[in-house]
């Protein structure tokens, strides 16, 4: 009898940084209590899936050497998650998954829960299981906090662990430079500076309406008043060379710099995108980062590439 393989599917997933992001304390599960709102770039990840003899991860792109390649991969643990949920045995799932980095690794923009929200769209049409964008958010909020927002996109309010997310109004385009930097930030070692460091003084962002009321009005300069992050002040503790970094891109005319999540990597604001060029060019000779990429947000969540390039 023949058998039909499937066609491999290619789905392209942003990155995410944190406009606004407000800890708060420690919960009984060992996360954290958070009320953020979250903007897509244009930096991206491609993660292909296909049905093969050969299951498994394979990796390309920056900093792909740093990637796991077995269960600890996000997307692998994507790949289990949706075969259980959907009567698959997750020990023989037959699936390959290829990832395209385009998001720094270990950075702070969600690069890891990217691409599992990437490998479970795909296998939703790879396996043709149908499942709406409802069922595979309460299956994104299992894997990670941030696996929800990238199948969403857009810019959104987070708040439990981040994984509930409502929409927000975002009228304009944003245009950014990001200043990355060669070695990764743990999350949980981020977290965990943050609540050691407030045991002596407690700063905290304000309150996230003006920042929703900002992104209303459209106008970057608003915007920039009200960017704030705690985890910020833990992410400079652990790696100092980010203060530097954040003041040179404000000298360079950004208007206004905050580290993306729990950092390392740091986002800039800009007036329009002529200026996100310029202010890249100067800060990537400044000597405050390993490199600079320029994005604009927001962009959408996770959807399927139409022409399939085997890669
Ligand atoms: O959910 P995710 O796997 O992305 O979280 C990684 C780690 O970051 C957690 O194990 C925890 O240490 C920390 N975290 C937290 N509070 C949150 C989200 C993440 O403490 N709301």
């Known amino acids: 009898m023949l058998s039909v393989v499937p066609t491999p599917i290619t789905v392209?997933?942003?990155a995410k940084v944190n406009?606004?992001?407000?800890?708060?304390?420690?919960?009984?599960?060992?996360?954290?209590?958070?009320?953020?709102?979250?903007?897509?770039?244009?930096?991206?990840d491609e993660v292909t899936v296909r049905s093969s003899d050969e299951p498994g991860i394979e990796v390309r792109g920056e900093g792909s050497d740093d990637v796991p390649l077995d269960s600890d991969n996000l997307a692998w643990r994507a790949v289990t998650e949706?075969?259980?949920?959907?009567?698959?045995?997750p020990d023989d799932t037959g699936v390959r998954v290829s990832i395209n980095k385009g998001i720094p690794v270990a950075g702070g923009m969600a690069g890891g829960s990217a691409d599992a929200a990437a490998t479970l769209f795909a296998l939703n049409a790879l396996w043709k299981l149908e499942l709406g964008r409802d069922?595979?958010?309460?299956?994104?909020?299992?894997?990670?906090?941030?696996?929800?927002?990238?199948?969403?996109?857009?810019?959104?309010?987070?708040?439990?662990?981040?994984?509930?997310?409502?929409?927000v109004l975002a009228r304009h385009?944003?245009?950014?430079?990001?200043?990355?930097?060669?070695?990764?930030?743990?999350?949980?070692e981020v977290y965990g500076e943050l609540d050691r460091l407030r045991r002596n003084s407690d700063n905290r962002v304000g309150e996230v309406e003006p920042v929703l009321e900002a992104l209303a009005s459209g106008d970057p300069r608003e915007l920039a008043l009200l960017l704030g992050n705690d985890l910020q002040a833990a992410a400079v503790s652990l790696r100092p060379v980010l203060r530097r970094t954040l003041r040179a891109g404000v000298d360079a005319g950004a208007l206004a710099g905050?580290?993306?999540?729990?950092?390392?990597?740091?986002?800039?604001?800009?007036?329009?995108?002529?200026?996100?060029?310029?202010?890249?060019?100067?800060l990537s000779g400044?000597?405050?980062?390993?490199?600079?990429?320029?994005?604009q947000g927001p962009v959408a969540g996770a959807r399927l590439v139409e022409e399939h390039s085997d890669r």
Not at 262 to 278: K, M, N, Q, W
Not at 286 to 295: L, N, P
């Open 12 to 14: 392209r997933v942003p």
């Open 286 to 295: 400044a000597g405050v980062c390993r490199t600079v990429r320029v994005a």
């Open 258 to 282: 905050i580290v993306s999540g729990s950092g390392p990597t740091c986002a800039f604001l800009c007036t329009d995108g002529e200026d996100a060029v310029r202010i890249a060019a100067e």
């Open 82 to 89: 949706l075969a259980r949920a959907s009567g698959r045995d």
């Open 173 to 188: 385009t944003y245009h950014w430079v990001i200043a990355l930097h060669g070695e990764g930030l743990g999350t949980p």
């Open 135 to 167: 069922e595979l958010a309460d299956i994104a909020g299992r894997l990670g906090s941030d696996v929800p927002f990238a199948l969403q996109g857009g810019t959104a309010l987070g708040t439990g662990r981040g994984e509930r997310l409502v929409p």
């Open 19 to 44: 406009l606004h992001l407000s800890v708060g304390d420690s919960r009984q599960d060992g996360y954290h209590e958070l009320v953020t709102v979250f903007q897509a770039l244009s930096l991206t």
